[in-house]
């Protein structure tokens, strides 16, 4: 009998794009159009909630990859998120893919947006959690918190970025903690220095930089999913991407941060595979 393939035992492959050697996993129900994650700010393949992943698996073949210069991923990793989409469609033209859904987290988000704008013929269907618009000025402080968040013990960091201060929140936030770590083997190494700093750089640049993205042209089928009160991207700029995408979904869940969908993973995988199978 074949061992069941899952988030906590998917190996991890390797392929060379352009001199950049990639880290990625694929496994789940196979499928014509893959789930392709894409992460937030210094997240590897382990920061991928594996109950999130497993109910996404059961209904499609899932695909998350470290981008260039992030965990076991080699290369420089852009100061940008347009390079970072440049990057990952390269990665997945190597692969041989030529169609995709997209669940993009926080950063993961902004690279889904431009994704959406320049590679419209690549994708289907979109999930952005946690995000924002290009121009909004709310993250000219991210390194601000970042670096609060950098005082605290790892555990503590992680509780300050992703989830509220109540006692619940952080209830939930110590399990899916747990959760991160049940994979012990085939693990991915930390984000290094230099590419952290490119991605705060390109987080702030979302921001400042001209806006090159008419949201209003993007056709694609969204849903977005957001905390009620996520400091880090302000819980306010998803409602603001919902009003310009004109074909949107917007979910808020309560008592929930940066880290919404860990907060509630079963109601996530509900909403996003009945969104998805639609």
């Known amino acids: 009998m074949s061992t069941l393939i899952n988030a906590i035992s998917a190996p991890t492959q390797y392929i060379n794009v352009n001199g950049t050697n ?7 129900k196979p499928s014509d159009i893959p789930l392709v994650g894409f992460q ?26 470290d981008n260039a210069g992030v965990g076991n991923s080699t290369g420089e990793t ?7 989409a440049h990057d990952a469609a390269d990665f997945l033209k190597a692969l041989g893919i030529t169609k995709i859904d997209v669940l993009g987290f ?20 979109i999930i952005i959690i946690g995000a924002a618009p290009q121009g909004v000025k709310v993250l000219e402080r991210f390194p601000e ?3 609060k968040a950098m005082q605290k013990d790892p555990a503590e960091r992680f509780l300050y970025i992703f989830f509220t201060a109540t006692e619940a929140s952080r209830a939930k936030g110590k399990e899916t903690l747990q959760r991160l770590f049940t994979r012990t ?14 991605q705060m750089t390109a987080i702030t640049r979302w921001g400042s930089d001209p806006v090159t993205i008419d949201l209003k042209t993007i056709q694609h089928p969204i849903l977005i999913v957001q905390g009620s009160k996520d400091e880090m ?13 004109p074909n949107a979904l917007l979910n808020y869940y309560p008592d929930s941060a940066h880290g919404s969908f860990y907060q ?15």
Do not use: C
Not at 22 to 28: M, P, V
Not at 42 to 48: H, P
Not at 111 to 125: H, N, S, V, W
């Open 78 to 84: 852009p100061d940008n998120v347009a390079d970072m």
């Open 264 to 278: 509630y993973p079963e109601v996530f995988v509900n909403q996003a595979n009945y969104f998805l199978n639609y």
């Open 145 to 147: 918190l970042i670096y």
């Open 40 to 65: 937030h700010f210094t997240g590897t393949l382990d920061n991928w909630d594996p109950i999130i992943l497993d109910g996404l698996a059961q209904e499609r073949e899932i695909l998350i990859f």
């Open 106 to 125: 926080s950063l993961g988000g902004f690279i889904a947006q431009y994704l959406a704008d320049k590679y419209a013929d690549l994708i289907r269907k």
């Open 233 to 245: 991207m302000d819980s306010d700029n998803s409602y603001q991407l919902f009003k310009a995408l």
């Open 22 to 28: 990639y880290a990625y996993r694929r496994f789940g």
């Open 185 to 198: 083997e085939d693990r991915d190494r930390e984000t290094v220095q230099e590419s952290v700093l490119a």
